[in-house]
């Protein structure tokens, strides 16, 4: 999965914070995509990776009754924000832990902050953990775990994902991946 030493240290101590919602699926392909996203678009790797391995660790703090409530149709913004909250206390942790670059730690952290949240990117790494971060929705795997998850039917659910695209990636890259991504999963329009 991971193609550095330093990356895959990350991910070991990440991992046990991912055994909610399903996030060790999601960062796993996420962390794909990101790599992906920095073969096309600008963006600096020690931050990207790091940041998407990290991303959704805050999820371990809420209950998964509480989860459901904080993302997906008629989310809780609220409770999306404790997990990036929560999620930079985590990352801090473990790149701190390792001796992880500090500059590099700092923007890690900003990014994590507001991925969820933050509408607009910070920077061209963010752009990439933004979209690869909403990529993973666009995969097979992804629609299957979302659409059981919200107890929706193919139909709306189709309806639903490709209404958002436009407005969810910052890359045409992103873009052009998750229209491929939908397309392989049989969710084009």
């Not at 920095?38 to 371990?60: F, K």
């Not at 990352?91 to 832990?97: D, E, N, Q, V, Y």
């Not at 923007?107 to 909403?134: C, N, P, T, W």
Request: charged share 30%.
């Amino acid at each position: 999965m991971v193609k550095l030493p330093i990356y895959e240290k990350i991910y070991a101590l990440a991992k046990p914070y991912l055994n909610t919602r399903k996030n060790d699926i999601h960062v796993e392909i996420s962390h794909g995509f990101a790599w992906r996203l920095l073969e096309d678009e600008p963006g600096d790797p020690e931050v990207v990776i790091p940041a998407i391995l990290c991303h959704d660790l805050g999820w371990i703090k809420l209950t998964e009754e509480l989860q459901l409530k904080a993302f997906g149709p008629g989310f809780d913004p609220d409770l999306r924000r404790i997990h990036e909250v929560e999620g930079v206390k985590l990352a801090r942790g473990i790149l701190s832990r390792l001796d992880y670059n500090p500059q590099k730690t700092i923007e890690i952290l900003h990014i994590i902050d507001g991925h969820d949240s933050r509408i607009q990117a910070i920077s061209d790494s963010d752009k990439i953990v933004k979209d690869a971060d909403k990529l993973f929705r666009c995969t097979a795997t992804g629609l299957a775990i979302d659409m059981e998850r919200f107890r929706q039917e193919k139909g709306p659910y189709r309806q639903w994902i490709t209404s958002q695209i436009d407005s969810w990636f910052f890359t045409e890259t992103g873009t052009r991946l998750a229209w491929a991504e939908l397309k392989l999963a049989g969710f084009s329009p």
